[in-house]
């Protein structure tokens, strides 16, 4: 008969059969109780980071935006400032040309005052005086110089301050720069989304990179360059009026005294023509005198030489009596009348020749005092011709260089003026 060999092996037994069951059964409930607490868990963590997601990516767009907003400000304000500093430099700039240009047109009546002070040194003898005329050139010249320092001083002032300006200008423009990149930066940040193609893990993007500032620094930068400029500004705006009242200054200062050196000149040359005159006038009545004075010079001599043709005679005749013979030889009345004739006679040619004497004496100091009058005449008459040179020269102060004719040629000595001892003076010299 055959027989059935049971195959060796472990053998559980039924309650473990049936607690194996309840066990897997058990098990299966409870992973599947874990399971769905955590599904609904992630599912909360889910919705709770996507709003999370959702509001820190726009509450970050909004700072962006606002951030943009605030740097754009900040630009309009950079980009308005540097306007009004590029018309400020430029105003400056032509402000600075013009009193430069004033200082350039000192030059002109310095030059004026120093030809004619250097004309004025050619006047001779007495003439070369000290007078209220020289005074003024000198004042003049002092006046001049003294304008010319104050204007260069302006203009150095001017030099720095739009040094300034430009340093100020190269500041506000790095400032600006780099708001230009900010919001082209922070722009293109705004622009990007989900889906942007650009976009990717970067290594350690929350690193603070060397050199970053706080915000309060950032706009403590921009409102320090902002204050510098309008600062700068106003000091320059402040330059250029002092600049422009120092031109005005300067040139009405020069006006009045090339005024009062020009009635100084008038009223020397008014005086000189005076002098003038009344020495011309002294010349023809001591010519007149000394041809008078000669004329009785004639006469005098004319009669003492017939005094002496009559002493001559009452000689003669005294002489030929004393050869009268014996007792007619006696001291009758024609021989005491021819005595007393010769005596007359003696006393009058003595009284003739002192007379002739004072009058040689007369006429030679006339002759010596019309030389000195007409020397002085000589003198009145250059330096009158001097101040009328120089008084043509001034209208170069007055008139356009393009239209500038000399009135006046002291080479020829000759002149278009109307005054006429002027006229004469020339007519002489020449």
């Known amino acids: ?10 053998r559980f037994q039924l309650p473990d059969w049936r607690t194996n069951s309840y066990l897997l059964s058990t098990n299966a409930e409870r992973q599947r109780d874990a399971s769905h607490q955590i599904r609904q868990e992630a599912r909360v963590l889910r919705n709770e980071t996507n709003n999370q997601t959702i509001w820190d990516e726009h509450d970050n767009r909004t700072r962006l935006a606002e951030r943009i907003d605030t740097v754009n400000r900040w630009k309009e304000m950079l980009d308005k400032c540097l306007t009004d500093l590029d018309a400020e430099i430029d105003t400056l700039t032509q402000m600075k040309e013009s009193a430069e240009k004033n200082l350039q047109a000192k030059n002109l009546p310095l030059d004026v005052a120093i030809e004619c002070l250097s004309l004025r040194d050619s006047r001779r003898d007495i003439d070369l005086v000290r007078d209220p005329v020289e005074n003024e050139l000198h004042k003049e010249v002092e006046v001049i110089e003294a304008t010319k320092k104050a204007l260069q001083q302006r203009i150095n002032q001017a030099f720095e301050q739009l040094c300034l300006l430009q340093e100020v200008q190269q500041q506000l423009n790095f400032d600006h720069r780099g ?11 705004l622009s990007l989304n989900l889906t942007s193609p650009n976009i990717s893990l970067k290594i350690n993007p929350t690193r603070v990179p060397k050199g970053s500032t706080t915000l309060q620094q950032w706009d403590d930068f921009s409102h320090f360059n902002k204050n510098r400029a ?6 320059a ?3 250029r009026e002092a600049i422009a009242l120092t031109i005005a200054e300067t040139n009405n200062e020069l006006e009045a005294q090339r005024v009062a050196t020009e009635f100084a000149f008038r009223k020397r040359l008014q005086e000189m023509e005076k002098v003038y005159s009344e020495l011309k ?7 007149e005198e000394i041809a008078e004075l000669q004329e009785d010079i004639r006469h005098l001599e004319e009669d003492l030489r017939r005094k002496m043709l009559n002493l001559k005679l009452v000689h003669t005749r ?26 007359q006679l003696e006393a009058t040619i003595h009284a003739l020749k002192q007379k002739l004497a004072q009058t040689q004496d007369a006429l030679d100091a006339l002759n010596k005092h019309l030389a000195r009058l007409q020397a002085d005449i000589a003198c009145k008459a250059n330096s009158m011709l001097l101040d009328a040179k120089c008084m043509d020269i001034r209208r170069k102060l007055t008139v356009p260089a393009e239209k500038f004719v000399p009135q006046v040629d002291t080479f020829n000595r000759t002149t278009n003026r109307t005054l006429s001892p002027l006229k004469t003076c020339q007519l002489e010299l020449a």
């Open 1 to 10: 008969m055959a027989t059935f060999s049971v195959k060796p092996s472990q």
């Open 179 to 189: 708001k230009m990149e900010t919001l082209e930066i922070d722009r293109g940040c």
């Open 230 to 235: 309008e600062a700068e500004m106003k000091s």
């Open 237 to 239: 705006t402040e330059l």
């Open 281 to 287: 006038w002294q010349e023809k009545n001591t010519l």
């Open 318 to 343: 005294l002489e030929s009596r004393t050869y009268r013979p014996n007792v007619e030889l006696c001291r009758d009345q024609a021989q005491h009348g021819l005595t007393d004739e010769i005596h």
